[in-house]
């Protein structure tokens, strides 16, 4: 069920959507009132699964999202979803192709313009804006963050530069990037609770935000996957943009004359499909049947680019499949050298190549049935447990709180 707001398991916690009693403090008697905020419902990614693993939680819970697309309702269509008046713009923007972009000034009024205030917790999960909505003092907000805003932050001078905009229109951007970094950094203050998805994102929450953060990793259905046999080809499952590096996997197996499948889609599609040779076969979008399929039949999965966490890294690993992998950002968490997989130090052809060959010459030395259990560690019912523990205690702190001089209130 999806309406538009209006601008004017592991625990016995689950929240109550309507008729929740409250004390004189504004605070819920029994069970809390939970929401979900998440920065928006388009496709199925990681952060969107973090968001359906924590709804199943608290199935109870109203879900916030600055616009939704009604291709998710087979994952959240038993859930109330409330988006914000960008919600109409949504269909003209898709319409008419105007660029994400040229929204950018927007979002910050439609995330503030969420009525919260019948929340004891709100849970948001938050790659953008979704942090940055305003509570009530009485009302705790934990957010669970899979990156700060990368193009306001870390990697604002390369996003600006990709866009190839001109000169006047670089300059426009650059003006509301800058504004909306301090509306940012503004709205993180608000935050009362931090989850990182890695220590890597711990890290620069700590960087950009000088809060510090727990760090629970995103769920991974390995429960779903189940050993694959040794396979005959290297795989690449990704988005396929720019700078997750797909190319160089194309171009190492080209050189080597080994076979390669690239699963995924993206604006990169038809370049990469240009620069593949006869060993590399291009595949497209698949489902995630489709896709376990693949990773369970791959000999080992490729990943050359930098992620905060890298959720499809760890799907190989529960096919007892090794990685071969950049060495920097999330995968330094997950993948163990010499024992789940292989790192490589650069971004380049030749450093790729070398890891490549390596592993080639290693083909002895990786036990599928210990890189799975090595990936049951990032397992859904892990991540559900640390996020229930973490409520169960803010929920009893705030009891707790609520109790003045030995009195009860």
Request: glycine content about 6%.
């Amino acid at each position: 069920m999806n309406e538009e707001t209006n601008p004017d398991s592991h625990s016995e916690l689950v929240s109550e959507s309507i008729d929740g009693s409250r004390n004189k403090f504004g605070m819920t008697v029994g069970r809390p009132k939970i929401a979900i905020v998440h920065d928006f419902l388009q496709s199925l990614g990681g952060a969107e699964r973090v968001t359906l693993a924590i709804s199943e939680l608290y199935p109870d819970a109203p879900i916030y999202t600055l616009t939704y697309n009604s291709k998710l309702d087979k994952y959240f269509g038993d859930k109330k979803i409330v988006t914000s008046y960008l919600q109409k713009w949504a269909h003209l923007q898709r319409w008419a192709r105007i660029p994400a972009k040229l929204l950018l000034p927007f979002y910050p009024l439609a995330v503030e313009s969420f009525d919260l205030d019948d929340f004891d917790i709100v849970i948001s999960s938050s790659h953008s804006f979704a942090k940055n909505i305003i509570t009530r003092p009485q009302t705790t907000h934990i957010s669970y963050i899979h990156s700060p805003m990368r193009y306001i932050w870390d990697t604002w001078h390369t996003y600006i530069a990709e866009q190839n905009l001109g000169r006047a229109l670089s300059a426009t951007i650059r003006r509301i990037l800058s504004q909306i970094r301090i509306w940012d950094k503004v709205g993180a203050s608000r935050v009362d609770i931090f989850v990182a998805n890695s220590h890597n994102v711990r890290n620069r929450i700590a960087k950009y935000y000088r809060r510090d953060s727990q760090v629970i990793y995103p769920p991974v259905d390995v429960d779903k996957i189940s050993l694959g046999q040794p396979g005959d080809y290297f795989l690449v499952v990704s988005r396929l943009s720019r700078y997750k590096r797909v190319d160089l996997a194309i171009a190492v197996c080209n050189e080597l004359k080994l076979s390669l499948k690239v699963v995924g889609t993206g604006e990169e599609e038809s370049a990469l499909r240009k620069l593949a040779g006869p060993t590399t076969e291009v595949i497209g979008w698949v489902d995630d049947t489709e896709k376990i399929k693949y990773l369970q039949g791959a000999r080992a999965l490729i990943f050359p680019g930098e992620e905060d966490f890298g959720i499809v890294p760890v799907e190989a690993m529960a096919a007892g499949k090794p990685i071969i992998a950049f060495r920097k950002g999330g995968l330094l968490e997950t993948v163990i050298e010499g024992q789940t997989g292989l790192f490589f130090d650069d971004q380049t052809v030749p450093s790729l190549k070398s890891a490549v060959e390596k592993f080639i010459n290693q083909t002895g030395l990786w036990d599928g049935s210990a890189i799975r259990r090595h990936a049951e560690q990032f397992s859904k019912a892990n991540f559900q447990s640390a996020i229930g523990g973490l409520v169960d205690q803010c929920w009893a702190r705030k009891q707790n709180s609520a109790t003045v001089n030995g009195r009860s209130l």
